[in-house]
Structure formats: C-alpha cells, structure tokens
C-alpha cells in the first residue's frame, strides 16, 4: 500500500439553506467517501464527520493513499476451438482480440472454465495519483447531492445550492491543483464573515478546525451546538430560570451562526396572561429564541437569542431582539383576548358552517359523531361517559378561534385554555387538548383516562370516514393523514394498557356515518391498522416473523395482540422453539391435505402405537394445564408449557405414520394432530418461526 497523507476539502459559499445544511455537508462527505472507494483509493476515515458551518462544507480525513493501487485487468476472449486454426495459428477471431488488447497474440494467456479453454488478456497498470483524481472526486460529489433548486451565478453554467467562493484543497501539507465549479483549489479558507476578514492560511489538514477557530468560526457542528448549549444556559441562570432547549430549534441556530454569542432578553409581564405556548411558539418558530422557564415549567418574561457576533453594544442587540418579538405578542394577546370574549359556545356553533369534507359534512357533524364515540368507549372503559361526550362536543370549537387561525398548532392547546376560562371540568379542558396526543413521532399519548378516549374516538371517526370517502392512502399522497392517524390510534390503546375490541368499534364508527359508512370495509380497515404496527415493532426489534406469527390470528384487541407477540418472543428463544414450530408447519400442511373434515375428537382407544399413545396423554395434559393461563391471557405461561412437548412430538413423527390405510386409524391420527395444532396455534401461529 502506498504512503496516506490528510486529506482537506473544502467548499466556502455564500449562506446556505438552514434546514437543508446537515443533509448537505453528510451528503458531500459520504460522496467524497464513495468516490474515493470506488477509484481503488485506499483511505483511513478514523473517527470523520461531517464539518460545516453556514458558509462552508467541510471534509477531513486522516489518511488517505497518495495514489490508487496497481489497476488490474482481466478481459475474456474466444474459445481455442475459435481462437486457433488446424496448424495451431490465430485466426481473424483471436487476431482481432489480440489487436483490441493491445498486444501480439503470442502474449496472451489462457485460462479455462465449463465450456474450455480459451484467451485472456490481463494487464496491470500502475495506480493514478490521488492529486489527479481528487479534484474530479469532488466534482462528482457536488453533482450527487440532493439540492432541489441549485443556483447560477456570475457568467457561467456552474450551479449549486449557493454561489461558491473559495475552495481548499489539500493532501497532506501540498495544494492539490485543479478547479471546482469555476474556482481555483487553494490552502486560503475564510474566517467569519464580520469578526475576521483575513484569508485563514491552512497549512495542513489537520490543522483547519483550529485555525478556522482562531478566525471565529466553529466549523465542528458538535462543539458549536455545545457552545450554544452552554451559552443559553449560562444566560437562563442569570435570569433566574431555565432555558427550554429544544432540539430542532437548536439544531437550526446552530445552522445560523459560526460564532455564537447568547443575548439575554426580556419582555413585559403582562404577555404572561396569553397561553404560554403561543408565546413559545412565536420565540421558537420565528425568531429561533430560547424561552426561560421557572421550576415548575412556567415561562418566565425572559428569553435568550443567540447572535453571529459578539458585539461592543450588547444592549443594542439586545433591544432589537425585544423590538422583533413584541408585536408578535401583542398580537397573541389581542387574539386571545378576543377568543374569550367570543366564548367556546359560539366557537363551537360556527363550525356548522365549515366544511370537513364533502361526503363527510361539517366539522360540527364530525364533532358530533366523536362525541357519540367516546361516549360508547368511556361506558365500556366504566369512565364517565358525560365527561367524554363534553371534552368531544368542545374539541373542535378552537379551530374557530382567532389564536388558532395564527397559530395553527396550538389547535386543542387554545381550546384547553377556553375550557379553563369558562371552569370546564379538568377533565375535559385537559382531553380537549390531549386528543392530538401523540402529535408527532416519538411523542407521548395521552396522560389522561378522558384523554385517551378522545384521542381514540377523534381517530377512529377520522379512519373511518377517510376510508368511506375513497380517501384511502396510495404511495405518498395521504391527504386525510391516516398513516399518522391509525398509528396513533393503536399506540394510545397499547401504550395505555386499554383492552378493546377494535373491530367492533370500527363498526360503531362506520355507522355513525350513516350510509356512507357501507363504503368503508372493517376488515380493511382493521388490516391498515395492523399494518401501521409492523414498523412500530420493528423499530421495537421485533422481528417480522414473529409479528406476522400474531397478526395470522387477528387479535380483537391491540393490547391482546401486543400481550401475544411479547409471549412469541420470549418462546423464539427457547431451544425447542424451532423443533415445535416447524412441526406445526408440517401438522398444517398435513391437515390441509385431508380429505373432508377432520374429527375434533380424540378416541384413545384407536391409538395403535406407543409414541401415538404418549403425544395424545401429552396433549391431554398440556391442553388441561393452559386452559386457565390461556383465559388469563397469560401467553408466556402457554407457551412455555407447549415447549415441553417437544419430546413427544418428534418421537410421534419418528415412529408414526399418520396416513396409513385404515381410515379409523387415520382419521383419530388426524384429529390428535389438529388438537395439538389447535393448541401450539392458541397464542400465535408459530409456524412463522420456522425458517
């Protein structure tokens, strides 16, 4: 292997996208890896990552080859049957191969396979070096990278996410000659934009995270998130609470800046009345702010921006962070204020006159058929039903508040703080809001009971009427969000431990429809619930044989069907396990070839063979034993106990032959198979398992 020098690449451009940067600079550093890997370029990644900051994408490897190892070649030609002639001399075949190659005929090899032996050309030439391809290397990189809309600039055809200024490129200590989108490779980087003005020399690769520290720019995203971390804090304690950090917001400040500094700002207490989240919002969503909380979670009048510079004039900075969010809040303020002069009654009165859907009707019909749902769930959940029928009467009326219609995600947030104003029970303003539960991926469901049987009923209808309306989901285009909306659903049930049968509330919700509801087919709506859990699973490593080992009995309830698959997991692991299932799979297929139906009766009597007599007092007894573990649903028990039949078993299939030509013996063979099958099948169908 040939010396490794450091590599450095390099590309400085004007702003770029802030959300869409860490996908760009992984994207480049995963190409630059690809191009060097696939041109035979030997390279030590070490612990490499990503480098980048808002003006820059950067690349540092340890080690990488300073060129390309021998390139071999190895080219087929024609059969010697082909090749030679009758006086063993070339014909226009070989001749004609030999002159493509490059050589006389005479230096070919030969080499055989199935059909002969026939001509090889092999070559090896020497490898490139890594200072001639680095420059294409990069080239191809850009060109791979996912920009939606790449721009031009200046007079050239060149186009990237933004105009390129400078570009550094080096192997080992040595500039790498060449150019990239119409700029010249250098050693010159560039500091920050405002606090360093001077070209930053890069001696070396490993030299470029400090130097461009020492021109006030972090290009590590790592250390510049820490920073901005630390400094946000720091300005929280001097406040006297604790900064809200959340992480796409800090994922995107630090997109923002190069050089952070924190700004501790303020503003007036009485913006304190408006629901906290409409104020968090706007300092999260529009102006990258980190809210400071009290103890207890509360927000406080302070917040902490986060500046590209540090200024002399601290105080200047800090005014016109205050001046950008005031009017955002007074009007948060008017909003709400307004809201609860208007009143959830009549919110809830106007949604009569928005449409839902066409073939659905209005909000307020949707309204109304969750209201008859949860009403159902809570008597069946022995909660009170009036307290759901409210929170589900009341959950749409704030999608005709004035906040809402500013601030769309504070829909049920709104409608909560309505309910409290108007002394609603807890119960309900609480459920109001937690029927969005859980609103985004890797969110919580629903802490409360009233809670749950919103968020349950709220979906259900949703599902239902999305499937009636012909709205079902085909590729990505999901307009009714009822992917989102069926893992929600199956999440709340079985994250809060709720026993239902799902089928049968799928049904109530397709006659709350009304004829439209016959559009919507309960089994497949059932079949697209299940089918939103086998991704919920697997992300639990569940492997997929063992869900599908469950969803082949079609659970009634989430909650059964999760019991089930955690018991099929704790089986799959015990020796006997395999044995078991693939004789499961055997009895199936054994039971599907019978002709007519089989017994469900065992006589004992006919047992003709010992191990036949001993399966039949093993089944006996295994059946006897699970009967109460199996109606106590305690599916580890079950299985754990059919694990022990495996001795049985095998010996039955050892020594007996199930089709033999007495069709009483035959027969009673059968129905002892279909009783085992019956059994090792009551808690999933472990045939699955068998690879």
């Keep these: ?298 927000l406080t009048p302070a917040f902490v921006g986060i500046a590209n510079i540090v200024s002399k004039d601290v105080a200047e900075v800090r005014k016109g962070y205050e001046r950008v969010i005031r009017p955002r809040f007074a009007d948060a303020k008017f909003f709400f204020v307004e809201d609860m002069k208007q009143g959830l009654a009549s919110m809830r009165a106007g949604l009569a006159n928005v449409t839902y859907q066409a073939k659905l009707g209005t909000l307020a019909d949707k309204a109304g058929r969750v209201a008859r749902l949860a009403e159902a769930i809570a008597r069946e959940l022995f909660l009170d039903p009036s307290l759901a029928q409210r929170a589900a009467e009341l959950s749409k009326a704030d999608l005709q508040s004035r906040l809402v219609n500013e601030f769309p995600e504070l829909q049920g947030i709104a409608g909560r703080y309505y309910a409290a104003v108007e002394n609603e029970p807890n119960e309900v303003a609480d459920a109001i809001d937690e029927a969005y539960m859980p609103r985004f991926a890797g969110d919580a469901v629903a802490p409360s009971p009233i809670g749950r049987v919103l968020a349950i009923a709220e979906r259900l209808d949703t599902l239902a009427g999305g499937f009636a309306a012909g709205l079902k989901p085909t590729g990505n285009k999901d307009a009714f969000a009822l992917r989102r909306n069926a893992l929600g659903l199956a999440r709340t049930i079985i994250e809060s431990g709720i026993d239902l049968d799902l089928p049968r509330l799928i049904d109530t919700a397709r006659q709350q429809l009304g004829p439209i509801g016959a559009q919507a087919s309960g089994d497949e709506l059932y079949d697209f619930i299940i089918d939103r859990l086998r991704a919920y699973y697997a992300d639990k490593g569940v492997p997929p044989q063992q869900f599908e080992a469950v969803a082949a009995l079609r659970p009634v309830s989430l909650l059964d069907f999760d019991r089930r698959l955690q018991a099929i997991g704790a089986f799959a692991v015990l020796p006997e396990a395999e044995a078991l299932a693939a004789a499961n799979k055997r009895i199936r297929n054994i039971l599907k070839k019978a002709e007519g139906d089989v017994a469900t009766t065992v006589d004992a009597a006919r047992f003709t063979d010992g191990a036949e007599r001993d399966l039949g007092e093993a089944v006996d007894a295994a059946v006897g034993e699970t009967d109460a573990s199996l109606k106590a649903r305690d599916y580890v028990a079950v299985l754990g106990r059919l694990a022990r039949l495996r001795p049985q078993v095998d010996a039955f299939f050892d020594q007996v032959m199930v089709n033999v030509d007495d069709a009483a013996i035959r027969n009673n063979r059968l129905a002892l198979l279909k009783r085992l099958a019956d059994r090792l099948g009551s808690v999933a169908a472990i045939e699955h398992l068998s690879t």
């Design 1 to 298: 292997m040939s010396a490794m020098e450091p590599l450095l690449i390099e590309l400085g451009t004007e702003e770029l996208p802030v959300k869409a940067l860490p996908g760009l600079a992984q994207a480049f550093f995963d190409n630059v890896i690809d191009g060097l890997a696939r041109r035979g370029i030997a390279f030590d990644r070490g612990d490499a990552k990503p480098l980048y900051s808002p003006r820059r994408l950067g690349v540092v490897l340890p080690g990488v080859s300073v060129e390309q190892d021998e390139q071999r070649s190895e080219v087929l030609g024609p059969y010697l049957n082909v090749a030679l002639d009758a006086d063993g001399q070339a014909t226009r075949a070989l001749q004609g191969f030999a002159q493509k190659a490059g050589v006389e005929w005479t230096a070919l090899e030969r080499t055989s396979d199935a059909k002969g032996e026939r001509f090889v050309h092999r070559a090896v030439k020497p490898g490139a070096k890594t200072s001639s391809l680095l420059p294409e290397i990069v080239r191809d990189a850009i060109a791979a990278m996912p920009i939606p809309k790449p721009m031009r600039w200046g007079a050239h055809e060149h186009a990237f996410a933004r105009p390129v200024h400078w570009l550094v490129l080096l192997l080992g200590s040595e500039v790498v000659e060449g150019d990239v989108l119409g700029v010249r490779a250098g050693r010159n980087s560039r500091g920050h934009r405002f606090l360093h003005d001077k070209p930053v020399w890069i001696n070396a690769p490993g030299d470029y995270v400090d130097a461009l520290r020492g021109a006030k720019v972090l290009v590590d995203p790592d250390e510049r998130r820490s920073t901005i971390v630390r400094e946000v804090e720091a300005a929280a304690t001097q406040a006297g609470g604790v900064a809200r950090i959340a992480d796409d917001n800090l994922a995107q400040v630090a997109c923002l800046v190069e050089w952070p500094s924190a700004v501790l700002g303020g503003f007036e207490a009485q913006f304190l009345a408006v629901p906290q989240e409409a104020l968090i919002a706007t300092m999260e969503d529009n102006q990258k702010f980190f809210p400071v909380l009290d103890a207890q979670g509360r």
